[in-house]
């Protein structure tokens, strides 16, 4: 009953749908600012690209398409805030971590997760969105190899974070954004198959996250 409440309201006014837009993308704006004070302070390439991709995913949120076709269950809206602000835990100086493999090695993942976030990003264009929803069933660029490439460009950008800075903090956070990032998948597709396009989609495109695993 809360659930449908809720999306009853987000349907209706759409003054909400435009609060809530501001306030992620002044959350978005704060990731930004903790990418740019990492880069200041390493001058490494990784947080330097970071700090590119967040600000085009700021610039996404601001200009992405309207739409009343929002999964808005309790536990999407869980998921979504659990799978998109955990990077507020992380920490990169304080916390005593190792490099399980050679530095460069962890970088260089970073920077292809990274790049293959800004690719997946620029696919999906103004329908991407942060909670489960319909803003059109996107199938060209990076769609055409897995059905959630965003998520796979994370999955590949958070194994290089965790084997250059290890720590078991670190590991925890990662492991609650990726029960997240899981629930997010199957709740955007409980939306997502409502539309007979997706299905057909989704018949073409077979794997969610990785080719021939998931």
């Not at 309207?66 to 100086?93: E, M, P, W």
Request: hydrophobic share 50%.
């Amino acid at each position: 009953m809360l659930a449908e409440f809720i999306n009853n309201l987000w349907a209706r006014y759409k003054i909400l749908r435009f609060g809530v837009r501001i306030i992620v993308v002044a959350l978005l704006f704060n990731f930004c600012l903790q990418a740019f004070e990492v880069y200041s302070q390493t001058k490494k390439i990784n947080y330097f690209l970071l700090l590119i991709a967040e600000l085009f995913t700021v610039g996404l949120v601001i200009f992405s398409r309207d739409t009343k076709k929002v999964n808005l269950s309790i536990l999407a809206i869980f998921s979504t805030i659990g799978g998109s602000f955990y990077y507020i835990f992380f920490d990169f100086f304080q916390y005593p971590h190792v490099s399980l493999i050679p530095l460069s090695y962890g970088v260089s993942l970073q920077c292809l997760g990274i790049v293959m976030q800004i690719f997946s990003k620029a696919s999906l264009g103004f329908s991407f969105g942060l909670a489960p929803a319909n803003r059109g069933i996107q199938q060209r660029g990076a769609y055409r190899f897995v059905r959630h490439p965003i998520y796979a460009s994370y999955l590949v950008a958070h194994i290089g974070f965790i084997l250059s800075f290890f720590s078991f903090f670190n590991l925890l956070v990662l492991c609650f954004n990726w029960m997240c990032q899981f629930i997010r998948i199957f709740e955007e597709e409980k939306i997502l198959r409502k539309d007979p396009g997706y299905i057909i989609y989704a018949r073409k495109v077979r794997w969610r996250l990785v080719p021939g695993i998931f």
